[in-house]
């Protein structure tokens, strides 16, 4: 399908190859890039001021910066009331470690219970707008839960493709929500070749990290929200847990943006930007340390934290540009400390993470350790999602 002129705000142009460049119609139903098959990034008309008047202070979700969104004819809008998540300060942790500001994210108050609800809220408005019948995900759990709540909200056909051994909660809850939901034996890699097989015909749009181009945009809001609630102001550091990666290159996508619209004064510094990982699954880190010269062939295992058993991540070249821009890292981390940095959320702040969410606290602390990480910088964490959706993999263990 073609779409024709637009008839909201929104300032997007059109699209190009996040490796050679080449441009793309942004009027067209578009997957990875036929050039290079890599993925596809939106672009927006930058060159004419827009204010940050342009936000809309009525709208409570990320929906308030639709100038600086894709979806064309707000009528194909697709949402729970996903984004505007809280930014809370974690005063007796930062005591407890002399830190001068730490702050946390919390997209576990997203609709379905995760950052997800994001990218997913934005892929399927794209979707229904370019006239989809129906998409497939592979997913490694949250991804399919916020497709198959979008999906019933739209009245598009859903199908999931997840792990055996992803905890029950979030199989349950596609199903819930309508979905075909598929179990494969293995990770989120064996789940996307078992979607290219079923999907050969290209009947459904496979909406997989990074294989549209519609999903960064939803995860993109993450950047725009921390940098109105914190005053137009950002953090030294921001520590991301990167599987798929695109919140990762969301955000960065977004302080890139606002730079150039002049929302962030000229002397606002960008934060360097660190992804976590599971010492199970670490691909990203692999490559950055030159131990490998992509991810195409590492092999990982799964993890408490479901999110990041991404062993092929197809933005790892965007992940490492991101790195490399922000004078940022990679950090992993093992099972047990993931489960001790939930511990310290739940006991010293009452905030139950996601195990990728104790993994970035748990980073933070190893890059403390090592003198990487300053005690009187402004730190940030992102947690990814609720707690509750992973008792399966964590009941027992609150304790030592």
């Known amino acids: 399908m073609k779409l024709v002129a637009s008839d909201s705000l929104s300032r997007l142009a059109a699209l190009h190859c996040s490796s050679c460049g080449t441009e793309y119609s942004a009027y067209d139903l578009q997957r990875v890039s036929a050039c290079c098959s890599l993925p596809l990034v939106a672009d927006y008309d930058l060159r004419?001021?827009?204010?940050?008047?342009?936000?809309?202070?009525?709208d409570t979700s990320m929906w308030r910066y639709g100038a600086l969104l894709p979806l064309l004819h707000d009528e194909n809008k697709v949402t729970l009331g996903?984004?505007?998540?809280p930014l809370l300060r974690l005063p007796?942790?930062?005591?407890?470690?002399?830190?001068?500001?730490?702050?946390?994210?919390?997209?576990?108050?997203?609709?379905t219970g995760s950052f997800k609800a994001r990218g997913l809220s934005m892929a399927v408005s794209k979707a229904k707008e370019l006239?989809?019948?129906?998409?497939?995900?592979?997913?490694?759990?949250?991804?399919?839960?916020?497709?198959?709540?979008?999906?019933?909200?739209?009245g598009l056909k859903a199908v999931v493709v997840m792990p055996r051994h992803t905890p029950q909660a979030f199989q349950e809850e596609c199903q819930w929500y309508g979905a075909e939901v598929?179990?494969?034996?293995?990770?989120?890699?064996?789940?996307?070749?078992?979607?290219?097989?079923?999907?050969?015909?290209?009947?459904?749009?496979?909406?997989?990290?990074?294989?549209?181009?519609?999903?960064?945009?939803g995860k993109k809001t993450m950047g725009y929200e921390i940098a109105e609630q914190l005053n137009w102001q950002l953090p030294d550091v921001l520590l991301y847990p990167a599987g798929g990666g695109t919140g990762l290159i969301g955000i960065w996508k977004a302080f890139q943006e606002m730079k150039a619209l002049g929302w962030l004064a000229p002397n606002v510094k960008l934060p360097r930007m660190v992804a976590v990982q599971a010492e199970n699954c670490c691909p990203l880190l692999e490559t950055y340390l030159g131990h490998q010269p992509n991810c195409h062939a590492y092999q990982g295992r799964a993890t408490l934290a479901n999110g990041l058993?991404?062993?092929h991540p197809l933005g790892e070249a965007l992940m490492l540009r991101v790195l490399r821009e922000s004078n940022g890292t990679v950090v992993s981390v093992s099972e047990e400390g993931m489960l001790d940095g939930m511990r310290d959320l739940g006991h010293q702040e009452g905030l139950f993470v996601a195990p990728e969410g104790g993994a970035v606290w748990t980073a933070a602390r190893q890059l403390l350790a090592t003198g990487w990480l300053h005690a009187d910088e402004k730190i940030l964490l992102l947690n990814t999602g609720?707690?509750?959706?992973?008792?399966?993999?964590?009941?027992?263990?609150?304790?030592k």
Request: aromatic share 4%.
């Open 82 to 85: 996903e984004g505007l998540t």
């Open 92 to 111: 007796r942790l930062a005591a407890r470690h002399e830190l001068s500001s730490l702050l946390l994210k919390d997209e576990g108050q997203n609709p």
């Open 48 to 58: 004419e001021p827009l204010s940050r008047a342009v936000i809309d202070q009525a």
């Open 386 to 399: 609720n707690g509750q959706k992973y008792m399966d993999n964590v009941a027992g263990r609150a304790w």
């Open 131 to 154: 006239g989809v019948d129906g998409c497939i995900i592979p997913t490694a759990g949250n991804a399919g839960v916020a497709m198959a709540a979008y999906c019933a909200r739209a």
């Open 182 to 217: 598929e179990l494969v034996d293995g990770l989120i890699s064996d789940c996307g070749a078992r979607v290219r097989q079923r999907n050969a015909d290209g009947a459904l749009l496979d909406i997989s990290t990074l294989k549209e181009p519609y999903r960064l945009e």
């Open 309 to 311: 058993a991404v062993p």
